[in-house]
C-alpha cells in the first residue's frame, strides 16, 4: 500500500532551535515540524496504529518543491513521524530504506510503502 503525505517534508537540521530551560540549553522542535508531524498523522490512514514491531523495510519517494533540500534530512522525521503515528513500534526496526528524490514544485510530498519482514 503506497501512502500519500501532502506538504514539504522538513529537514531535521532545519527544525529544533536553542532554547533554555532552567539555565540549561535545550533543543525544541519548531512550529513548522510540529505543523508538519500533526498533517502527516491526520493524512497517514493507511499504516496509522498498524504498529508493525517486527523487521520492517521502507520504500520511500520524497518531492520537494526545490533542489536545495538534502533527502537524508527528511529520512530522520519521516522515522520518527512514522513511529508517532504508530505505524512502527520502533523507527530501529527499520533495517532498510530505498530513498529516491524528486522535485516537483506545485506538489511537494512523499510518497512510500512499508514492508514487514
Known sequence: MVQTIL???PSKSNCYKIVTI???????????LKKYEDNFYIQCNLYRNVNI?????LYIDVFYPSQRSDLDNSLKIV??????CKAIANDNKVVKIVARKFLDKNNPRIEFELKAI
Open 7 to 9: 506538504g514539504n517534508c
Open 53 to 57: 514491531t517486527g523487521y520492517v523495510e
Open 22 to 32: 532552567g539555565g540549561h540549553g535545550s533543543l525544541a522542535k519548531t512550529s513548522a
Open 79 to 84: 522515522l520518527d513521524c512514522l513511529q508517532k
